[in-house]
């Protein structure tokens, strides 16, 4: 487990300094200090806390459970703002974008452990880098669709049928000129709203259809970034580039969906207003 130099110096001396005796003594010299004038007393604390912040960091027994603490907590967290977003998805969206965060974590976790050599490491952390824009735009994706199954629910497309059909009835059978004008209108507005749910109904699938189809990709990035890492040097220049053009298929891909997914709602807005 790899953790930067500086983030474990103040991982360890957050802790040091937190801790109940640190708190307290702290607070003493700085009472002392603002009573007599003097900050020799704090100037020790403060020397010995370096000293003993140094010495932990020399314990690998500390600096291991420290790290793996933090790690914990991190995760935790990330958990945490993961349920804020996911909150309000059906069942079926949420497990999808749960496990695509998981796949992206594993990934992450693959491309950080062991060595690389140059190339590999760039093509790696280049590739990591899609693979969070990819995750980020998934989980604006399962918005969309949460905002389009809340249209879907309120409305029922067999009662929306059924009234187009009544109000073409209506239409045929009315003799008077002004009456059937307002027929037409009326079926052509009901009309609309048949096309509309249709559209909108398509759009979710196609939704559907994109997040499993990311998923399905992040677990075969994920194994293919363990061959990547087993890989000779000279074979990198080729799986860079595959890697590379798998990672843009897949945003070509939402790239079409998400314009498709905005003209159904533009054009839905155009016809409403």
């Known amino acids: 487990m790899q953790v930067k130099w500086a983030k474990m110096l103040w991982i360890v001396t957050k802790r040091s300094f937190w801790q109940w005796p640190a708190v307290i003594v702290t607070g003493v010299c700085v009472l002392w200090a603002m ?29 291991d459970q420290t790290v793996r603490r933090q790690a914990r907590l991190e995760r935790e967290q990330e958990s945490e703002r993961l349920e804020e977003r996911l ?72 009662s929306l049928v059924r009234q187009a059909e009544e109000l073409r009835a209506k239409l045929e059978s009315a003799e008077d000129e002004i009456t059937r004008e307002q027929y037409q209108q ?60 798998e990672l843009q298929q897949l945003n070509v891909g939402v790239d079409a969906l998400e314009g498709f997914v905005n003209e159904v709602l533009s054009v839905r807005h155009t016809g409403s207003s």
């Open 35 to 63: 009573g007599s004038g003097s900050w020799f007393p704090m100037l020790i604390w403060l020397i010995a806390e370096a000293l003993f912040v140094s010495f932990k960091l020399q314990n690998e027994g500390f600096v």
């Open 87 to 158: 909150h309000g998805l059906d069942i079926e969206t949420r497990l999808r974008m749960r496990n695509i965060c998981q796949l992206e974590r594993d990934i992450a976790d693959e491309i950080l452990a062991g060595e690389h050599d140059e190339l590999a490491r760039s093509t790696l952390e280049s590739s990591m880098q899609e693979i969070e824009r990819l995750t980020d735009r998934a989980m604006k994706l399962a918005a969309k669709k949460r905002s389009l199954q809340r249209y879907l629910d309120s409305a029922d497309e067999k």
């Open 186 to 245: 009326a079926c052509a507005a009901k009309t609309r709203e048949v096309e509309d749910y249709a559209a909108i109904s398509r759009s979710a699938l196609r939704i559907d259809g994109q997040l499993e189809h990311i998923e399905c990709a992040f677990a075969g990035l994920k194994a293919r970034t363990v061959r990547l890492k087993a890989a000779e040097a000279t074979e990198w220049d080729e799986a860079g580039a595959q890697l590379e053009s």
